[in-house]
Protein backbone atom coordinates (compact mmCIF):
# COMPACT_ATOMS: atom_id res chain seq x y z
CA UNK A 1 0.00 0.00 0.00
CA UNK A 2 1.13 3.52 -0.93
CA UNK A 3 1.26 6.23 2.03
CA UNK A 4 1.77 9.41 0.63
CA UNK A 5 4.10 11.73 2.99
CA UNK A 6 3.69 15.47 3.20
CA UNK A 7 6.12 17.29 1.69
CA UNK A 8 8.01 19.83 3.76
CA UNK A 9 6.71 23.35 2.71
CA UNK A 10 9.70 25.75 1.76
CA UNK A 11 10.34 28.67 4.50
CA UNK A 12 10.76 31.84 3.48
CA UNK A 13 11.98 35.07 4.51
CA UNK A 14 11.02 38.26 2.94
CA UNK A 15 13.59 41.25 2.90
CA UNK A 16 11.19 44.49 2.59
CA UNK A 17 10.26 48.05 3.93
CA UNK A 18 6.95 48.54 4.13
CA UNK A 19 5.27 48.28 1.16
CA UNK A 20 6.25 45.69 -1.87
CA UNK A 21 7.35 42.99 0.84
CA UNK A 22 3.66 42.54 1.79
CA UNK A 23 2.23 42.86 -1.77
CA UNK A 24 4.45 39.81 -2.80
CA UNK A 25 3.41 38.00 -0.47
CA UNK A 26 -0.38 38.79 -0.72
CA UNK A 27 0.05 37.81 -4.09
CA UNK A 28 2.54 35.03 -4.56
CA UNK A 29 2.23 32.86 -1.39
CA UNK A 30 -0.35 34.06 1.16
CA UNK A 31 -2.34 30.79 -0.08
CA UNK A 32 -0.21 28.28 -0.98
CA UNK A 33 0.43 25.77 1.29
CA UNK A 34 4.00 24.35 -0.08
CA UNK A 35 5.08 28.14 1.67
CA UNK A 36 6.07 29.09 4.99
CA UNK A 37 6.52 32.93 5.33
CA UNK A 38 9.18 32.60 8.24
CA UNK A 39 9.73 36.41 8.90
CA UNK A 40 9.73 39.50 6.90
CA UNK A 41 12.52 42.01 7.60
CA UNK A 42 12.79 46.04 7.46
CA UNK A 43 15.10 48.53 5.98
CA UNK A 44 15.22 52.13 4.97
CA UNK A 45 11.82 53.50 7.46
CA UNK A 46 12.07 53.65 10.89
CA UNK A 47 9.83 51.58 13.03
CA UNK A 48 8.51 49.32 10.58
CA UNK A 49 9.96 46.29 11.94
CA UNK A 50 9.05 44.76 15.78
CA UNK A 51 5.85 44.74 14.90
CA UNK A 52 3.33 41.44 13.00
CA UNK A 53 1.87 41.38 9.55
CA UNK A 54 -1.54 40.67 11.15
CA UNK A 55 -3.69 37.70 11.12
CA UNK A 56 -6.10 39.51 9.19
CA UNK A 57 -4.26 39.87 6.14
CA UNK A 58 -1.71 36.68 6.38
CA UNK A 59 -4.68 34.50 6.30
CA UNK A 60 -5.70 30.85 7.25
CA UNK A 61 -2.11 29.72 6.60
CA UNK A 62 -0.96 32.18 9.26
CA UNK A 63 -3.32 32.28 12.22
CA UNK A 64 -0.13 33.89 14.81
CA UNK A 65 0.03 36.72 11.37
CA UNK A 66 4.08 36.98 10.65
CA UNK A 67 6.65 38.76 12.73
CA UNK A 68 8.75 41.73 11.00
CA UNK A 69 12.33 41.94 12.21
CA UNK A 70 15.50 44.18 11.26
CA UNK A 71 17.47 42.98 8.15
CA UNK A 72 20.62 43.03 10.08
CA UNK A 73 19.25 40.36 11.87
CA UNK A 74 19.17 38.06 9.20
CA UNK A 75 21.61 35.61 10.36
CA UNK A 76 20.13 35.92 14.07
CA UNK A 77 16.80 34.99 12.57
CA UNK A 78 18.29 31.96 10.33
CA UNK A 79 20.09 30.17 13.54
CA UNK A 80 16.59 30.51 15.70
CA UNK A 81 14.55 29.84 12.62
CA UNK A 82 16.27 28.21 9.29
CA UNK A 83 14.74 29.22 6.06
CA UNK A 84 15.18 28.36 2.45
CA UNK A 85 14.91 31.27 0.25
CA UNK A 86 15.39 34.85 0.63
CA UNK A 87 13.06 36.97 -1.50
CA UNK A 88 14.47 40.58 -2.39
CA UNK A 89 11.43 43.04 -1.97
CA UNK A 90 12.02 46.61 -1.76
CA UNK A 91 13.34 49.75 -3.84
CA UNK A 92 15.63 52.13 -4.44
CA UNK A 93 19.08 50.60 -3.77
CA UNK A 94 22.15 50.00 -5.70
CA UNK A 95 22.89 46.89 -7.67
CA UNK A 96 25.44 45.96 -5.52
CA UNK A 97 23.43 46.58 -2.11
CA UNK A 98 21.03 43.83 -3.73
CA UNK A 99 23.85 41.94 -4.46
CA UNK A 100 25.47 42.33 -0.84
CA UNK A 101 22.22 40.81 0.50
CA UNK A 102 22.27 38.09 -1.66
CA UNK A 103 25.40 36.84 -0.35
CA UNK A 104 24.05 36.90 2.97
CA UNK A 105 21.40 34.81 1.66
CA UNK A 106 23.50 32.73 -0.28
CA UNK A 107 26.26 32.31 2.78
CA UNK A 108 23.70 30.59 4.91
CA UNK A 109 22.88 28.48 2.46
CA UNK A 110 19.28 29.73 0.88
CA UNK A 111 18.44 30.43 -2.25
CA UNK A 112 17.74 34.15 -3.77
CA UNK A 113 15.17 34.87 -5.53
CA UNK A 114 13.11 38.26 -7.19
CA UNK A 115 9.65 38.49 -8.33
CA UNK A 116 8.82 39.51 -11.69
CA UNK A 117 5.73 42.03 -12.89
CA UNK A 118 4.16 38.97 -14.55
CA UNK A 119 3.94 37.50 -11.20
CA UNK A 120 2.81 40.88 -8.82
CA UNK A 121 0.70 42.24 -11.02
CA UNK A 122 -2.83 42.92 -10.89
CA UNK A 123 -5.23 43.50 -13.72
CA UNK A 124 -7.91 45.89 -13.76
CA UNK A 125 -10.84 46.57 -15.43
CA UNK A 126 -10.62 50.20 -16.64
CA UNK A 127 -7.53 51.96 -18.40
CA UNK A 128 -4.45 52.36 -15.99
CA UNK A 129 -1.95 55.03 -16.71
CA UNK A 130 1.41 54.28 -14.39
CA UNK A 131 3.81 57.05 -13.28
CA UNK A 132 7.35 55.50 -12.03
CA UNK A 133 10.82 56.67 -12.01
CA UNK A 134 14.57 55.76 -11.50
CA UNK A 135 15.31 57.16 -8.58
CA UNK A 136 13.40 58.14 -5.41
CA UNK A 137 12.12 62.22 -5.97
CA UNK A 138 12.27 62.58 -9.58
CA UNK A 139 8.29 63.94 -9.55
CA UNK A 140 6.17 61.30 -10.03
CA UNK A 141 3.61 62.82 -7.13
CA UNK A 142 3.58 65.97 -9.40
CA UNK A 143 3.40 64.20 -12.86
CA UNK A 144 0.15 62.12 -11.34
CA UNK A 145 -1.03 65.49 -10.49
CA UNK A 146 -0.70 67.16 -14.11
CA UNK A 147 -2.08 64.37 -15.52
CA UNK A 148 -5.28 64.14 -13.70
CA UNK A 149 -6.01 67.83 -14.15
CA UNK A 150 -5.81 66.97 -17.95
CA UNK A 151 -8.00 63.81 -17.42
CA UNK A 152 -10.65 65.93 -15.88
CA UNK A 153 -11.08 68.25 -18.84
CA UNK A 154 -12.08 64.92 -20.56
CA UNK A 155 -14.69 64.57 -17.77
CA UNK A 156 -12.89 61.33 -16.88
CA UNK A 157 -13.53 60.11 -13.17
CA UNK A 158 -9.69 59.45 -12.10
CA UNK A 159 -8.96 57.47 -9.01
CA UNK A 160 -5.33 57.81 -7.66
CA UNK A 161 -3.70 54.95 -6.34
CA UNK A 162 -0.39 55.31 -4.21
CA UNK A 163 2.47 52.86 -3.52
CA UNK A 164 2.01 51.52 -0.39
CA UNK A 165 3.26 53.51 3.16
CA UNK A 166 1.63 51.55 5.99
CA UNK A 167 3.60 52.37 8.88
CA UNK A 168 1.20 52.02 11.49
CA UNK A 169 -1.81 49.63 11.79
CA UNK A 170 -1.29 47.29 9.27
CA UNK A 171 -4.56 45.77 9.47
CA UNK A 172 -6.59 49.15 10.03
CA UNK A 173 -4.43 50.42 6.82
CA UNK A 174 -5.88 47.23 4.23
CA UNK A 175 -7.59 49.44 2.47
CA UNK A 176 -7.55 53.45 2.68
CA UNK A 177 -10.09 55.97 0.64
CA UNK A 178 -8.68 59.42 1.21
CA UNK A 179 -10.93 62.43 -0.15
CA UNK A 180 -10.47 65.04 2.53
CA UNK A 181 -7.52 66.25 4.99
CA UNK A 182 -9.69 64.39 7.75
CA UNK A 183 -9.70 61.36 6.19
CA UNK A 184 -5.66 61.72 6.67
CA UNK A 185 -6.09 63.24 10.22
CA UNK A 186 -8.30 60.40 11.10
CA UNK A 187 -5.84 57.86 9.69
CA UNK A 188 -3.04 59.04 11.87
CA UNK A 189 -0.51 58.98 8.70
CA UNK A 190 2.57 59.98 9.35
CA UNK A 191 4.55 63.33 7.60
CA UNK A 192 5.36 61.33 4.56
CA UNK A 193 1.97 59.64 4.10
CA UNK A 194 1.00 63.37 4.13
CA UNK A 195 3.31 64.78 2.02
CA UNK A 196 2.25 61.89 -1.41
CA UNK A 197 -1.60 62.75 -0.10
CA UNK A 198 -2.42 66.14 0.65
CA UNK A 199 -1.22 67.52 -2.58
CA UNK A 200 -3.59 65.37 -4.69
CA UNK A 201 -6.42 66.45 -1.97
CA UNK A 202 -5.52 69.63 -3.02
CA UNK A 203 -5.67 69.14 -6.60
CA UNK A 204 -9.14 67.82 -6.39
CA UNK A 205 -8.29 63.71 -6.00
CA UNK A 206 -9.11 61.25 -4.59
CA UNK A 207 -6.31 58.86 -3.19
CA UNK A 208 -6.54 54.87 -2.71
CA UNK A 209 -3.71 53.03 -0.56
CA UNK A 210 -2.84 50.20 1.85
CA UNK A 211 -1.76 46.80 2.37
CA UNK A 212 -3.82 44.45 0.03
CA UNK A 213 -4.29 45.74 -3.52
CA UNK A 214 -6.48 43.68 -4.96
CA UNK A 215 -9.09 44.98 -2.06
CA UNK A 216 -7.77 48.06 -2.84
CA UNK A 217 -7.93 48.01 -6.55
CA UNK A 218 -11.45 46.45 -6.43
CA UNK A 219 -12.95 49.84 -4.49
CA UNK A 220 -10.95 52.21 -6.98
CA UNK A 221 -12.11 50.95 -9.82
CA UNK A 222 -15.52 50.66 -8.47
CA UNK A 223 -16.44 54.42 -9.26
CA UNK A 224 -14.10 55.83 -12.08
CA UNK A 225 -13.27 55.57 -15.64
CA UNK A 226 -9.41 55.54 -15.20
CA UNK A 227 -6.65 54.89 -12.59
CA UNK A 228 -3.21 56.68 -12.19
CA UNK A 229 -0.91 54.56 -10.56
CA UNK A 230 1.39 56.97 -8.33
CA UNK A 231 4.28 55.03 -7.91
CA UNK A 232 6.66 54.73 -5.42
CA UNK A 233 10.55 55.26 -4.91
CA UNK A 234 11.52 53.37 -7.94
CA UNK A 235 9.10 50.25 -7.99
CA UNK A 236 7.55 48.66 -10.50
CA UNK A 237 3.68 49.61 -10.32
CA UNK A 238 1.68 46.58 -8.83
CA UNK A 239 -1.45 47.11 -11.36
CA UNK A 240 -0.64 46.14 -14.75
CA UNK A 241 -0.39 49.50 -17.03
CA UNK A 242 -1.87 50.63 -19.82
CA UNK A 243 0.54 53.73 -20.67
CA UNK A 244 3.55 53.60 -18.35
CA UNK A 245 5.31 56.86 -17.71
CA UNK A 246 9.02 56.32 -16.60
CA UNK A 247 10.59 60.01 -15.08
CA UNK A 248 14.70 60.34 -15.39
CA UNK A 249 16.08 63.23 -13.26
CA UNK A 250 18.67 65.13 -15.40
CA UNK A 251 19.79 66.75 -12.01
CA UNK A 252 21.27 63.03 -11.45
CA UNK A 253 23.01 61.54 -14.32
CA UNK A 254 24.50 58.69 -14.86
CA UNK A 255 21.99 56.83 -12.38
CA UNK A 256 19.49 55.10 -15.28
CA UNK A 257 21.45 51.76 -14.51
CA UNK A 258 22.94 51.65 -11.28
CA UNK A 259 19.34 51.20 -8.90
CA UNK A 260 17.02 48.64 -8.07
CA UNK A 261 14.83 48.52 -9.52
CA UNK A 262 14.74 51.74 -11.43
CA UNK A 263 16.66 49.84 -14.42
CA UNK A 264 14.16 47.77 -14.79
CA UNK A 265 11.29 49.82 -15.01
CA UNK A 266 13.37 52.13 -17.37
CA UNK A 267 13.23 48.71 -19.64
CA UNK A 268 9.91 48.81 -19.12
CA UNK A 269 8.70 52.27 -20.13
CA UNK A 270 6.26 53.33 -23.06
CA UNK A 271 7.39 56.89 -22.75
CA UNK A 272 10.69 57.96 -21.14
CA UNK A 273 10.54 61.86 -19.46
CA UNK A 274 13.74 63.48 -18.30
CA UNK A 275 12.41 65.37 -15.43
CA UNK A 276 13.96 68.81 -14.58
CA UNK A 277 15.53 69.47 -17.42
CA UNK A 278 14.60 73.25 -17.02
CA UNK A 279 17.23 72.45 -14.05
CA UNK A 280 20.30 70.77 -14.88
CA UNK A 281 23.48 71.71 -16.83
CA UNK A 282 23.46 70.90 -20.21
CA UNK A 283 26.19 68.30 -20.35
CA UNK A 284 24.33 66.71 -17.09
CA UNK A 285 21.01 66.95 -19.41
CA UNK A 286 22.37 64.92 -22.53
CA UNK A 287 24.21 62.34 -20.46
CA UNK A 288 20.57 61.77 -18.99
CA UNK A 289 18.88 61.86 -22.39
CA UNK A 290 21.80 59.15 -24.02
CA UNK A 291 22.07 57.40 -21.07
CA UNK A 292 18.06 56.75 -20.90
CA UNK A 293 18.39 56.05 -24.64
CA UNK A 294 21.09 53.71 -24.24
CA UNK A 295 18.49 51.43 -22.01
CA UNK A 296 15.65 52.09 -23.87
CA UNK A 297 15.80 53.08 -27.63
CA UNK A 298 12.26 51.90 -28.73
CA UNK A 299 10.16 54.68 -26.93
CA UNK A 300 10.01 58.29 -27.03
CA UNK A 301 12.13 60.02 -25.05
CA UNK A 302 11.08 63.95 -24.24
CA UNK A 303 12.31 66.30 -21.65
CA UNK A 304 9.85 68.23 -18.64
CA UNK A 305 10.59 70.91 -16.15
CA UNK A 306 10.15 71.28 -12.60
CA UNK A 307 9.77 75.51 -12.25
CA UNK A 308 10.24 76.10 -8.36
CA UNK A 309 8.75 79.20 -6.94
CA UNK A 310 8.29 80.46 -3.53
CA UNK A 311 4.61 81.96 -2.01
CA UNK A 312 6.83 84.84 -1.08
CA UNK A 313 10.07 85.29 -2.05
CA UNK A 314 10.44 89.33 -0.16
CA UNK A 315 10.38 87.20 2.78
CA UNK A 316 13.44 85.51 1.99
CA UNK A 317 15.50 88.32 0.52
CA UNK A 318 18.52 88.74 2.44
CA UNK A 319 17.61 86.92 5.25
CA UNK A 320 19.23 83.67 7.09
CA UNK A 321 16.95 80.95 5.71
CA UNK A 322 16.83 77.46 7.33
CA UNK A 323 15.61 74.97 3.82
CA UNK A 324 13.37 71.86 4.82
CA UNK A 325 13.29 69.22 1.98
CA UNK A 326 11.11 66.39 1.16
CA UNK A 327 12.38 63.66 3.86
CA UNK A 328 12.84 60.25 1.15
CA UNK A 329 14.28 62.31 -1.74
CA UNK A 330 17.15 63.10 0.84
CA UNK A 331 18.02 60.73 2.01
CA UNK A 332 17.48 56.90 0.29
CA UNK A 333 17.15 59.33 -2.88
CA UNK A 334 20.68 60.11 -2.58
CA UNK A 335 20.25 64.09 -3.09
CA UNK A 336 22.09 66.35 -1.03
CA UNK A 337 19.65 69.11 -1.08
CA UNK A 338 16.33 69.96 -3.15
CA UNK A 339 13.94 72.51 -4.50
CA UNK A 340 14.06 73.91 -1.16
CA UNK A 341 17.63 75.17 -1.78
CA UNK A 342 17.13 76.02 -5.36
CA UNK A 343 14.39 78.37 -4.83
CA UNK A 344 16.26 80.00 -1.27
CA UNK A 345 19.36 80.59 -3.86
CA UNK A 346 17.19 82.17 -6.61
CA UNK A 347 15.54 84.19 -4.33
CA UNK A 348 18.97 85.99 -2.67
CA UNK A 349 19.10 84.47 0.82
CA UNK A 350 21.61 85.87 2.69
CA UNK A 351 22.85 82.81 3.88
CA UNK A 352 21.39 78.77 4.22
CA UNK A 353 21.64 78.33 7.74
CA UNK A 354 23.36 74.65 7.98
CA UNK A 355 21.13 72.46 11.07
CA UNK A 356 23.58 69.68 11.65
CA UNK A 357 24.57 71.27 14.48
CA UNK A 358 21.48 71.96 16.00
CA UNK A 359 19.96 68.95 14.90
CA UNK A 360 17.77 67.02 17.89
CA UNK A 361 18.87 63.09 18.35
CA UNK A 362 16.61 60.96 16.42
CA UNK A 363 17.83 63.95 13.15
CA UNK A 364 21.38 64.18 14.30
CA UNK A 365 20.56 60.26 13.45
CA UNK A 366 19.56 60.53 9.97
CA UNK A 367 22.49 63.47 9.25
CA UNK A 368 24.58 60.28 10.60
CA UNK A 369 23.40 57.80 8.72
CA UNK A 370 23.19 59.52 5.43
CA UNK A 371 26.12 61.90 4.96
CA UNK A 372 25.75 63.33 1.85
CA UNK A 373 22.97 65.40 2.88
CA UNK A 374 24.03 69.27 2.42
CA UNK A 375 22.88 72.54 4.41
CA UNK A 376 19.51 71.39 4.48
CA UNK A 377 17.33 69.28 6.75
CA UNK A 378 15.13 66.50 5.91
CA UNK A 379 11.52 66.40 6.90
CA UNK A 380 11.26 63.41 8.78
CA UNK A 381 8.34 62.08 10.48
CA UNK A 382 7.66 58.38 10.50
CA UNK A 383 6.82 58.92 14.27
CA UNK A 384 5.92 61.00 16.40
CA UNK A 385 9.26 61.05 18.32
CA UNK A 386 11.02 61.50 15.17
CA UNK A 387 8.50 64.64 14.05
CA UNK A 388 9.20 65.95 17.74
CA UNK A 389 12.71 65.84 16.91
CA UNK A 390 12.01 67.93 13.38
CA UNK A 391 11.01 70.63 15.16
CA UNK A 392 13.05 70.50 18.20
CA UNK A 393 15.82 70.94 15.55
CA UNK A 394 13.94 73.52 13.32
CA UNK A 395 13.20 75.77 16.45
CA UNK A 396 16.73 75.67 17.56
CA UNK A 397 18.52 76.53 14.41
CA UNK A 398 19.43 80.14 14.01
CA UNK A 399 17.37 81.55 11.35
CA UNK A 400 15.35 83.97 10.15
CA UNK A 401 12.59 81.97 7.64
CA UNK A 402 12.04 78.35 7.36
CA UNK A 403 12.00 77.43 3.22
CA UNK A 404 9.84 74.92 3.01
CA UNK A 405 9.45 71.99 -0.04
CA UNK A 406 7.88 69.42 1.45
CA UNK A 407 4.71 70.01 -0.08
CA UNK A 408 2.56 70.13 3.08
CA UNK A 409 1.24 72.70 5.45
CA UNK A 410 4.44 71.95 8.12
CA UNK A 411 2.91 74.68 10.32
CA UNK A 412 -0.16 72.21 10.83
CA UNK A 413 1.83 69.74 12.12
CA UNK A 414 4.40 71.22 14.53
CA UNK A 415 5.03 74.85 15.84
CA UNK A 416 7.45 76.17 14.15
CA UNK A 417 8.99 79.46 15.95
CA UNK A 418 9.82 80.74 12.72
CA UNK A 419 7.56 82.00 9.26
CA UNK A 420 7.21 79.33 7.01
CA UNK A 421 7.68 80.27 3.09
CA UNK A 422 6.38 77.62 0.99
CA UNK A 423 8.47 76.40 -2.20
CA UNK A 424 5.77 74.93 -4.62
CA UNK A 425 7.07 72.73 -8.30
CA UNK A 426 5.17 71.62 -10.66
CA UNK A 427 5.38 69.56 -14.12
CA UNK A 428 5.67 71.51 -17.32
CA UNK A 429 5.83 70.03 -20.60
CA UNK A 430 8.77 71.20 -22.47
CA UNK A 431 7.94 70.04 -26.04
CA UNK A 432 5.52 69.90 -28.12
CA UNK A 433 3.08 68.05 -28.14
CA UNK A 434 5.13 66.27 -25.51
CA UNK A 435 3.86 64.31 -23.04
CA UNK A 436 0.56 65.81 -23.55
CA UNK A 437 0.21 64.66 -26.69
CA UNK A 438 0.69 61.24 -25.84
CA UNK A 439 -1.63 60.87 -23.27
CA UNK A 440 -4.17 62.27 -25.66
CA UNK A 441 -3.43 59.84 -28.31
CA UNK A 442 -4.00 57.15 -25.65
CA UNK A 443 -7.28 58.18 -24.34
CA UNK A 444 -8.66 57.91 -27.96
CA UNK A 445 -6.98 54.69 -28.57
CA UNK A 446 -9.13 53.73 -25.07
CA UNK A 447 -12.09 55.20 -26.37
CA UNK A 448 -11.91 57.54 -23.15
CA UNK A 449 -11.61 60.97 -25.51
CA UNK A 450 -13.55 61.34 -28.87
CA UNK A 451 -11.35 61.98 -32.04
CA UNK A 452 -10.20 65.71 -33.09
CA UNK A 453 -12.70 67.35 -35.07
Not at 12 to 37: C, K, Q, S, T, W
Not at 146 to 173: C, E, F, I, K, N
Not at 201 to 224: E, K, R
Not at 341 to 356: S, T
Amino acid sequence: MNTLVAQPRTRVVILGAAGRDFHNFNMAYRDDPAIEVVAFTGAQIEGIADRRYPRELAGALYPDGIPIVQESCLEDLHMRHPFDRVVFAYSDVTHAQVMHLASRALALGADFELLGPARTMLQAKIPVIAISAIRTGCGKSQTTRWLSARLRRHDLRTAVVRHPMPYGDLARQAVQRFASRADITAADCTLEEREEYEPHLAAGNVVYAGVDYASVLALAQSSADIILWDGGNNDFPFIKPDLHIVLVDALRPGQHDTHHPGEAVLRMADVIIIAKSDAAPTGDLQTALSGARQVNSRVPVLRAGSPVRLDNEAAVLDKRVLVVEDGPTMTHGGMPHGAGYVAAVKARARVVVDPRSYAAPRMAAVYERYPHLAAVLPAMGYSALQLADLQDTINATPADVVVCATPIDLAALIDVNKPVVQARYEFADLETPGLSGIVEDFLRRSGLAAPPA
